[in-house]
Nanobody, 128 residues
Framework: QVQVVESGGGLVQAGGSLRLSCAAS????????MGWFRQAPGKEREFVAG????????YYADSVKGRFTISRDNAKNTVYLQMNSLKPEDTAVYYC?????????????????????WGQGTQVTVSS
């Protein structure tokens, strides 16, 4: 059974930092990209960042470029999201996702349909 588990969320003041982790287990994820999405109250879930299997290709939403960094450790089937210079508008539930594999992810990395497995989410709250 595939499991995707996020951790590292919490409450932080504006300007602070958090590091989210996401561990996937239950099958081989070779060739699978991974991504982070977030959903704020009353808003749709939105793409935050994505990373290819090799880690050589990364994508970011414009709203987080220069502040967030996605990375991965394939030996641990784990992806990370380092979030710096946090703003109150970053407050949301953050979800980790594992892609279906295949080259379509490169063009569709921000689309829900490119991801097969999702975690339950971790809350990030940034106070002003």
């Amino acid at each position: 059974q595939v499991q995707v588990v996020e951790s590292g969320g919490g409450l932080v003041q504006a300007g602070g930092s958090l590091r989210l982790s996401c561990a996937a287990s239950g099958r081989t994820f070779s060739g699978c990209a991974m991504g982070w999405f977030r959903q704020a109250p009353g808003k749709e879930r939105e793409f935050v960042a994505g990373i290819s299997w090799s880690g050589g290709i990364t994508y970011y939403a414009d709203s987080v470029k220069g502040r967030f960094t996605i990375s991965r450790d394939n030996a641990k089937n784990t992806v990370y999201l380092q979030m710096n210079s946090l703003k109150p508008e970053d407050t949301a539930v953050y979800y980790c996702a594992v892609s279906r594999g295949g080259s379509s992810w490169y063009a569709g990395h921000s689309e829900y349909s490119e991801y097969e497995y999702w975690g339950q989410g971790t809350q990030v709250t940034v106070s002003s």
